[in-house]
């Protein structure tokens, strides 16, 4: 195991920058997920990380050691590709011990070191094979398999999952999981699935345009996302957002009205100086909102354009009076059918607020509202 630290991380193509300013602390044993839209530099940063590309400034520390220019067979790190980079020609046990050959380790090092790699991951019965008798999910093992036998500091993972269909995604998912709690290793681990940032991350490292958009823990991020850019990417289906208005700032209320008609009455100290007129976002989760109306709960007037069933639950894809989507996830099953005319019900506690510049300004640990009448 080991920590990590990144100071003021920056890389240049030319006079094109893909990672700008990136500084963050890495405990020993933690699971880090570095998640976010194509292009982001989430693989750049990995792979500055693990010496296999150039640092154009800034610093990288492991276990308190600067390691910024130190080569990359030297750091103690092993990574895992999306492309599993097994050699076609070698069994899965000649895979797996590759690396420590060209390390001069003894034969009983190598068999003992493969032997337990190969039992925690199930390849025992393998060992003989070449990956081309493998399936996806067995070669991607294999190159697990190949980065434990090195007993590294750290595991860096670039997108190893994207590669395998839906159901053994899930799979491996559990299995890297499970590896993770077996070995307690420090793990960093890339990809563009907010999924599987929310499940296997012990914090997520979210990078927007080069950036750190937000780093924090799943359910920290989920709850209280720094800006609309967070709230819009962490939360399966997409939270709804909604341009709204500040109306009225009288004593300790500030009152925001939606384009539909409803109203909000909020405390004005979550506003800091905020005056009207003020336009901000509403943010509503898709499994936040209901059917069954409560005391207080806001009402929002829909039309239904397309209800997805999946057993357990239903994605219900409506419009608003303005024409705008709206989403609601639904547990159980039910009867809705396109075209009906409903209307949806959310607690003010759980409305996000940001400012014109996508900032939050309210989160559902405080008290956001009190609902004035439906939206029509």
Partial sequence: MASLRIEHLFKAYGDEAVVHDISCSIEDGEFIVIVGPSGCGKSTVLRMIAGLEPVSSGKIYIDGRDDTETPAAQRGVAMVFQSYALYPHMTVRENMSFGLKNLKHSKDEIADRVGGAARMLQLDALLDRLPSHLSGGQRQRVAIGRAIVREPKIFLFDEPLSNLDAELRVQMRRELGKLHQRLGSTMI???????????????????????????GTPLEIYNNPHDTFAAGFIGSPRINLIEAEIRLVEGNKVVVESPMGAKFHLSRGRFGAIQPPGKVTLGMR????????????????????????????????????????????????????????????????????????????????????EAEGPAH
């Fill in 189 to 215: 681990y890339v990809t563009h699935d907010q999924v599987e940032a929310m499940t296997l991350a012990d914090k997520i490292i979210l990078l927007n345009k080069g950036r750190i958009a937000q780093f």
């Fill in 286 to 369: 898709p499994e936040h909102l209901q059917l069954n109306s409560q005391p207080g709960y806001v009402a929002i007037d829909l039309t239904v354009g397309l209800v997805e069933s999946l057993g357990d639950s239903s994605c219900i894809y409506a419009a608003l009076v303005n024409g705008d989507e709206f989403v609601l996830k639904l547990q159980g099953q039910n009867d809705i059918q396109n075209g009906t005319r409903v209307t949806a019900y959310i607690a003010p506690e759980n409305i996000l607020l940001f400012d014109v510049e996508g900032r939050l300004i309210s989160h559902p640990d405080r008290p956001a509202a």
